[in-house]
């Protein structure tokens, strides 16, 4: 946001330097939560006035800061495990610099989050009093984010320094394992896993709701990061456990032959017996375990490979249900009316038509359209009818050059209708008191001494809609019809409103009362 302002209090990027990064943002998200820009715009007013340093859950810097969080995050669970099993500690200035980096982020936001606003529980407001902050985070993820932040890097870098510069050989036998442990230990960094998660569920929160395709996209995203992350931790454990009992003569690294092997082609072979164990497949676990440690090595991957098919089975087939809901309502309708029709012992020429009805009336989608409209506001409603019917009628002399004030009257008024090939819409001389608009399909207009086709845009019915009178022509639809239709009595109750072109309708009356309307 450029500029917010506010009866006494304004802000800008040149003003309020660094502070307008932790100010709400004019997106669809706030929008969503606030309502309007001017209650965003309360939003910032309040937090600037209440003069501490809270970075607010819509900001542009939390924004950045949990993509930034999401990736280190991500690269620290990847890169942990292979770090242990396969770089054996030659893992390079590179990466302990970067472990470094990860570990003093991550303590660094442990401190962030006694300042980082929270989303109430109701989605009402954003949380940004201190002491309310600071309690929800001591009581939910701060003993979380304090292991998982252990500053792990700085020993194994510390320990480093001190094993390469000391030439005493029990002394650096004695560091050895002391580095063997320490890297052990830092596993448990691998308790960042629920950092990720957290991320994840942060974003979908803020994410607007309307926005349905997104939400599902970073559904999708977190669940196969998931599971690429149990395959991969997976893979890592397949090779550090025998590497832990320095490769005994019938472990599976020496029956490969993978001894000298890079690390490229040792991760590939773990990940390769992990995927194969997980999904029970015989492939890379030809021979049975050796010793009770790969035996519980493949119970624990035949399980979480259960585990992981159960969870991507039922968030699958959760999504697939919810993507369409309109078509699942639509077949449910359909399942009952089947029923329905069966119970009462329809004739199947009957039931076909029932079915050819509800399948051209809806389409496959089921909704309830009296609903729609009457949750959206008039004016919406007014918009919605004057894109599909003002050129319907505008094409019937009577409504030409009208008010139009008078024509969005008239188009609340118009109700839906669907007719079948071969349904017979009115009958001669049979009293009516509707007329039609045709806003797509063919009918047959038929007296004794004529017949006239209609299509799209035309109309019939005109004289009933005005006096009530008997149909003067049998209307028949030859395809599927989808008709617009406005009643006697709901032009009455318009025209009450309009007297004068309620006067001109009479006068249009007594002009053809001789039979000129159709």
């Known amino acids: 946001m450029e500029k917010l302002k506010g009866p006494d209090v304004g802000c800008t990027t040149a003003t309020c330097g660094w502070r307008a990064l932790l100010l709400p943002q004019l997106n669809r998200q706030s ?7 001017v209650a965003v715009e309360k939003e910032c007013i309040r937090q600037l006035q209440s003069g501490v340093f809270v970075i607010h859950p819509f900001s542009l810097m939390r924004s950045y800061y949990i993509m930034c969080m999401m990736a280190i995050t991500f690269l620290n669970l990847i890169g942990i495990p292979m770090e242990i099993a396969f770089l054996d500690g030659n893992s390079g200035l590179a990466w302990e610099g970067f472990n470094v980096f990860s570990d003093t982020l991550f303590l660094i936001d442990v401190a962030l989050n006694f300042r980082m606003g929270i989303i109430a529980e109701d989605g009402e407001e954003a949380i940004l009093d201190i002491k309310r902050i600071r309690v929800s985070y001591l009581r939910t993820w701060f003993i979380p984010d304090v292991i998982a932040a252990f500053p792990i890097g700085y020993i194994l870098l510390f320990a480093d320094l001190q094993y390469h510069n000391d030439d005493n050989p029990s002394k650096t036998n004695k560091m050895m394992r002391i580095l063997m442990f320490v890297r052990i230990l830092s596993l448990i ?18 994410s607007n709701a309307n ?13 196969f990061m998931m599971i690429f992350l149990l395959c991969h931790w997976n893979g890592c454990i397949q090779y550090f456990v025998p590497m832990l009992e320095e490769f005994p003569t019938d472990c599976w690294v020496r029956k ?5 092997a890079t690390v490229i082609v040792k991760y590939s072979w773990g990940v390769f017996r992990a995927l194969s164990q997980m999904i029970a497949l015989s492939y890379g676990s030809m021979d049975a375990p050796t010793n009770y440690v790969e035996m519980w090595i493949v119970m624990v991957s ?10 991507l089975v039922a968030n699958a087939t959760t999504m697939i249900a919810n993507i369409d809901p309109a078509a699942k309502e639509y077949k449910s309708k359909m399942s009952r009316l089947e029923h329905y029709m069966a119970f009462m012992k329809l004739p199947p020429e009957l039931q076909l038509r029932i079915s050819n009805y509800y399948q051209a009336r809806y389409g496959g989608k089921w909704f309830d359209e009296k609903d729609v409209m009457d949750t959206v506001s008039s004016s919406l409603k007014e918009q919605i009818l004057e894109v599909m019917c003002s050129r319907l009628l505008r094409k ?20 839906y209708e669907v007719f079948q090939e071969g349904d017979v819409i009115v009958r001669q001389n049979v009293p009516g008191d509707r007329m039609f608009f045709i806003d797509h399909g063919q009918v047959l207009v038929e007296t004794d001494s004529y017949e006239r086709e209609l299509c799209d845009g035309d109309f019939f019915g005109e004289t009933c809609v005005l006096t009530k009178g008997k149909h003067l022509a049998t209307v028949k639809a030859l395809t599927d ?24 309708l009479e006068k249009m009356v007594q002009l053809n009362s001789d039979g000129g309307l159709v």
């Open 256 to 260: 490969e032959n993978l001894m000298n």
């Open 302 to 311: 035949m399980v979480s490979g259960c585990l992981m098919y159960t969870v």
């Open 189 to 206: 960094r691998l308790a960042r896993v629920s950092r990720l998660v957290r991320f994840f569920n942060e974003v979908e929160k803020v």
């Open 396 to 415: 019937v002399p009577m409504f030409q050059d009208r008010d139009e004030n008078f024509i969005n009257v008239i188009l609340l008024k118009l109700e």
């Open 31 to 37: 929008l969503y939560m606030y309502g309007s820009e």
């Open 481 to 504: 019809c989808q008709c617009f239709s406005l009643s006697w009595d709901d032009l009455q109750e318009v025209l009450r409103g309009f007297p004068d072109v309620k006067k001109d």
């Open 211 to 223: 926005l349905e395709v997104v939400r599902l996209f970073f559904r999708i995203l977190s669940l």
